[in-house]
């Protein structure tokens, strides 16, 4: 195997293992012998819980710019085998609701030295081809956030003890992948000393700043809704009086955005990423004002319109990465990609709020309207730079 597909195949095998401490919460979660998990703000907490703990994570390793000061494939190696240690504190005996919260919060704050710092490996081995490399990267990812639907359609009953002690372990041997496997890229630039005034730099450059407020807009849409859109499935089936496998149904939608974000790195090369992540916005943009109307499709046309809807609301997500990475300034690509990445998954806690207060005072079949303003911006942030 060329040198360069060994290292690809790698990062993308590691990164796939590494966040699997962060989908199987889903699986996880529920099973713990807890009170508290009987109720949906109890699950709904410790779910949370990761999301904080990643954006926290991003926020300290992008002001400390771990990344770019130490070598990022011992970063990853580090975080994995940290990350793994934590997500066993769910298997502490006489475990408590305030215990879960805090290894999810600490798991998820470790996770934030895999997801952002696999792409920024990457980016030091793969200056030209980034977009094709990062799109099998975050299809992995894609994969995995779609998994648990996967499993839940099947009625499997999983052990949750079994469970964590396999995630850790796959997670620990995706740090051992990258720390001994994959040695820092040779167009990695390190960055010696600690220097706050790097975020400042690295917003005065408007490519680097379309590319983040595009990211930003996407993000609004993306993980609310991969997370309303089995309730969406749901109405539909009981507005037309069908009987569907909902999670079945919301593997397909979500998963099929693997495949996209593979078809869109390999389509960079004829049209570039900026312009595959531009037509990925107007395209699950326009999804977002015709939600309303796939309501009223025969059931093979809603399932083609969520299909096509699954595809592009995450293709244009390793092309926004691309492009952050590509206009940094190199010796801070680090630190832009965590940064990136922290602001973007905290406006995903406000937009699955707004959904969620919005499910319980307005008519279902507008819900995603709400999600529309975030393509806009993101096209909008986009149109202000030429490629």
């Known amino acids: 195997m060329p040198q360069k597909n060994r290292i690809i195949f790698l990062i993308v095998l590691a990164q796939f293992l590494g966040t699997?401490?962060?989908?199987v919460g889903n699986i996880v979660v529920p099973q713990l012998p807890l009170a508290r998990l009987d109720t949906a703000t109890g699950v709904s907490g410790i779910l949370a819980s990761v999301q904080f703990g990643?954006?926290?994570?991003?926020?300290?390793?992008?002001?400390?710019?771990?990344?770019?000061?130490?070598?990022?494939s011992k970063v990853f190696l580090i975080c994995a085998l940290l990350g793994a240690l934590t997500n066993l504190a769910l298997l502490l005996p006489a475990v408590t609701y305030s215990?879960?919260?805090?290894?999810?919060?600490?798991?998820?704050?470790?996770?934030?030295?895999?997801?952002?710092?696999?792409?920024?490996?990457?980016?030091?081995?793969?200056?030209?081809?980034?977009?094709?490399?990062?799109?099998?990267?975050?299809?992995?990812?894609?994969?995995?956030?779609?998994?648990?639907?996967?499993?839940?359609?099947?009625?499997?009953s999983?052990?949750?003890?079994?469970?964590?002690?396999?995630?850790?372990?796959?997670?620990a041997l995706g740090g051992i992948l990258i720390g001994f496997g994959v040695p820092d890229g040779p167009f990695r630039k390190a960055q010696q000393k600690l220097q706050i005034k790097?975020?400042?730099?690295?917003?005065?450059?408007?490519?680097?700043?379309?590319?983040?407020?595009?990211?930003?807009?996407?993000?609004?849409?993306?993980?609310?809704?991969?997370?309303?859109?089995?309730?969406?499935?749901?109405?539909?089936?009981?507005?037309?009086?069908?009987?569907?496998?909902i999670p079945l149904w919301s593997f397909a939608v979500i998963g099929i955005g693997a495949i996209a974000c593979a078809v869109g790195g390999s389509l960079v090369a004829r049209f570039t990423s900026k312009s595959v992540a531009r037509f990925a916005l107007i395209a699950s943009g326009i999804c977002c004002l015709l939600s309303p109307v796939a309501l009223q499709l025969p059931v093979w046309l809603f399932a083609s319109f969520l299909l096509f809807w699954g595809a592009v609301?995450?293709?244009?997500?390793?092309?926004f990465s691309t492009l952050v990475a590509s206009n940094a300034?190199?010796?801070?690509?680090?630190?832009?990609?965590?940064?990136?990445?922290?602001?973007?998954?905290?406006?995903?806690?406000?937009?699955?709020?707004?959904l969620g207060y919005?499910?319980?005072?307005?008519?279902?079949?507008?819900?995603?309207?709400?999600?529309?303003?975030?393509?806009?911006?993101?096209?909008?942030?986009?149109?202000?730079?030429?490629?």
């Not at 215990?99 to 030209?128: C, H, N, W």
């Not at 609301?313 to 092309?319: E, F, L, T």
Request: charged share 10%; proline share 5%.
């Open 99 to 156: 215990t879960v919260l805090v290894s999810r919060f600490s798991t998820g704050f470790f996770l934030a030295g895999i997801y952002p710092v696999g792409m920024k490996i990457a980016a030091d081995y793969f200056e030209q081809g980034l977009g094709k490399a990062l799109g099998f990267l975050v299809g992995a990812l894609v994969l995995g956030t779609a998994l648990p639907h996967f499993l839940n359609s099947f009625g499997l």
């Open 358 to 387: 919005a499910i319980l005072h307005f008519e279902m079949p507008y819900l995603f309207w709400i999600l529309a303003p975030g393509p806009i911006f993101g096209v909008l942030s986009l149109g202000k730079t030429r490629s």
């Open 158 to 171: 999983l052990n949750y003890k079994n469970i964590t002690l396999i995630t850790s372990a796959l997670a």
């Open 54 to 72: 990643f954006i926290s994570g991003t926020l300290v390793f992008a002001l400390l710019a771990f990344a770019d000061r130490f070598s990022p």
């Open 313 to 319: 609301v995450v293709a244009d997500s390793p092309q």
């Open 20 to 23: 699997s401490l962060w989908f």
């Open 329 to 354: 300034l190199p010796e801070y690509r680090g630190t832009a990609l965590t940064l990136v990445n922290c602001v973007g998954f905290a406006i995903t806690i406000v937009s699955i709020q707004a």
């Open 198 to 245: 790097a975020i400042p730099r690295l917003f005065k450059e408007p490519k680097f700043r379309a590319a983040a407020f595009g990211y930003w807009g996407h993000m609004w849409e993306l993980y609310a809704f991969w997370g309303f859109v089995p309730l969406f499935i749901t109405y539909y089936a009981q507005k037309h009086v069908l009987l569907l496998n």
